[in-house]
């Protein structure tokens, strides 16, 4: 499974989207004219990389420091929370290196975190303009450096170089900026490893949580057990990992499901379980568009189907459902069972046990997983409720 750093990006992207399109947006828009900044000034190929990562990212950390969503309000989000990006940087090792970059805020900032910030203001800026930039360009620059000189020369002589190239503003006005960026990425053709690839995962797990109360610990663990029954079932260490990245990833369906249907205590309406259904769905559609995750796509959208034929969303059978599948979603009904949520205490290991195997005697879940499971029962719930910290 070979995945783009750019594929990273898209993947965050397509999780936040539904959450918050502005952030969204804002983060498209600030690497764009960010890397049309760096490519103007000449710098090198790592730089401009570091530029257009760095501008991608540089407000994602306002997402984890706030614990729920209904207490994060849009002026928090596009904001410039600089330091709070530097702690997703941080926690993925790959990023390391150009984590400096978003101490924007310093007195000696580099030229790369100079240009994050710039793009950052001046697309701050020009949510407050008229569209068709193009026909006003370089008067909407002027007046944009009339009220900020805190920004150094060059990036003010590039800017101005640019107030004159009619496709910076055509695309900067495109409705689909996202095939733009796709288009004119630096970080194709840098990957990243599958550990780094799990960093990432988690971190979406971590701003799902934003939507639901119990979703990142909920995450955490199915990944954790189903890592942990791939390792017992003597898979490679890779596809141990490549089943804990699908166990991460299982549930980002449910940020298109309302908070109040995600966190209501007790019983679901009709209505509400139909709603409810469609975030396994979702989270196949999400991953589709990342082709390079073509191969655990399946195994973490399926992991309601049921070997019967009675799970959702497409009712599929045994023969169409493959072995990772099936680790899935056995990890996915042990967690929920077992672990603690706002409104009631996990079950006993004694009653998890008799669930799955009264689901494995009735051809729904695999029998000989769930044997593992009893098996090893002690080891599997060590893996639940833990929050992975980087």
Request: include cysteine; charged fraction near 25%; hydrophobic fraction near 40%.
């Amino acid at each position: 499974m070979k995945t783009s750093v750019q594929d990273c990006l898209n993947l965050i992207n397509v999780v936040i989207e539904p959450l918050f399109s502005d952030l969204a947006l804002h983060l498209r828009q600030s690497s764009f004219i960010a890397f049309y900044i760096a490519r103007n000034l000449q710098l090198s190929d790592n730089q401009v990389k570091d530029v257009f990562i760095s501008a991608s990212m540089h407000d994602l950390g306002v997402l984890l420091k706030n614990a729920h969503r209904d207490r994060l309000i849009a002026a928090d989000v596009l904001d410039g929370h600089y330091l709070n990006g530097l702690e997703v940087q941080h926690e993925i090792a790959m990023l390391n290196r150009i984590s400096n970059a978003l101490y924007v805020q310093e007195s000696d900032c580099t030229l790369v975190s100079d240009i994050v910030y710039f793009a950052d203001t001046f697309e701050l800026y020009l949510r407050g303009q008229d569209k068709d930039y193009i026909s006003y360009s370089e008067m909407l620059v002027d007046d944009f450096f009339a009220m900020h000189a805190e920004f150094r020369q060059e990036i003010v002589d590039a800017m101005k170089r640019l107030a004159q190239d009619d496709v910076f503003w055509l695309r900067l006005e495109s409705s689909n900026m996202h095939k733009v960026l796709q288009r004119i990425s630096p970080l194709r053709d840098s990957y990243v490893t599958l550990e780094d690839l799990k960093d990432i995962c988690l971190i979406l797990a971590r701003i799902v949580d934003i939507h639901s109360s119990f979703t990142v610990t909920h995450s955490t663990s199915v990944s954790r057990v189903a890592a942990k029954i791939a390792s017992l079932m003597l898979y490679s260490e890779e596809q141990q990992q490549k089943i804990g990245i699908a166990g991460y990833l299982h549930d980002i369906g449910k940020v298109y499901i309302p908070s109040a249907v995600l966190n209501k205590e007790g019983q679901l309406t009709r209505k509400e379980r139909a709603l409810m259904k469609k975030h396994s769905y979702k989270t196949l559609e999400m991953l589709s568009h990342i082709k390079s995750l073509k191969e655990i796509t399946p195994w973490a959208a399926n992991h309601h189907e049921r070997l019967d034929g009675s799970g959702y969303p497409f009712g599929l059978h045994a023969d169409e459902l493959d072995e990772a599948s099936r680790i899935i979603a056995v990890a996915d009904v042990f967690t929920a069972l077992t672990e603690d949520r706002p409104y009631r205490k996990g079950m006993d290991l004694t009653q998890a046990m008799d669930i799955l195997e009264t689901e494995a005697d009735q051809k729904k879940l695999d029998k000989l997983i769930v044997d593992i499971v009893k098996r090893n029962i002690k080891i599997i719930f060590d893996c639940v409720g833990q929050i992975v910290s980087k």
